[in-house]
């Protein structure tokens, strides 16, 4: 059961189709864990496809309010986000991403417990990628140049602010600080978007940024 959650205004953007690819890939992710919130997006759909029927120049007559509410109610429920088919390891929205094996990913080690992979970066700049903690393994405190998004997809991790597992969408701006570190007992893949390359902070800042280059 996923404990976190995308902000409301992430999911009115997702919903209205204004997010860039990298959001688009982490809510969409995301949704395939959580029940919750992707009727949170079908509501909102609905909410946006009637917001652009009643964009259409016509008389404003009396009652008009009451026939968009009996429109409202009448809207079809949006069929929810479907899941991928079973031979499928990770959401449809990643697999469309992923060579067949991710051994055939160009995986870099910049830490003893973490690879990073980078899948594409968006049409705004935002890099998305893989990465991969081994258990118990964490990653020294950093911050970073703008947002972060993770995305658990197998095991899972904590940091000063939770501990987080399957499905979780983990939200970070540049005013976060954190040092996550996988669970003890399962190595943790992460969907990873960031709008900058990672800044390490503390004594081991020197090392080489996992995304600068590939
Ligand atoms: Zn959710």
């Not at 911050?143 to 993770?150: A, K, P």
């Not at 997809?153 to 954190?178: A, I, K, P």
Request: glycine share 8%; proline share 7%.
């Amino acid at each position: 059961m996923t404990q976190w959650h995308p902000q409301t205004e992430q999911l009115v953007e997702y919903a209205a189709g204004s997010c860039n690819t990298g959001m688009s890939v982490a809510i969409s992710v995301h949704l395939h864990y959580c029940k919750h919130c992707r009727e949170r997006v079908s509501e909102l759909e609905s909410a946006t496809a009637v917001l652009f029927e009643t964009q259409a120049p016509a008389p404003v007559a009396d009652g008009t309010f009451d026939q968009l509410m009996q429109r409202i109610q009448r809207e079809p429920t949006v069929e929810p986000v479907r899941k991928p088919a079973p031979q499928q390891r990770f959401p449809r929205a990643l697999q469309s991403l992923l060579p067949e094996s991710l051994d055939e990913l160009n995986w870099r080690h910049p830490m003893k417990n973490l690879s990073v992979s980078h899948l594409l970066t968006d049409e705004t700049g935002m890099i998305i990628g893989l990465h991969h903690m081994k258990a118990g393994g964490r990653v020294p405190n950093h911050t970073h140049r703008g947002d972060e998004i993770n995305v658990v997809l197998e095991g899972g991790f904590s940091d000063q602010m939770g501990s987080y597992g399957e499905g979780d969408f983990v939200f970070r701006t540049d005013n976060d600080t954190h040092a996550p570190q996988a669970d003890a007992h399962e190595d943790c893949l992460m969907l990873s978007v960031v709008t900058a390359p990672v800044k390490l902070t503390g004594p081991l800042g020197w090392l080489v940024n996992p995304f600068i280059k590939p």
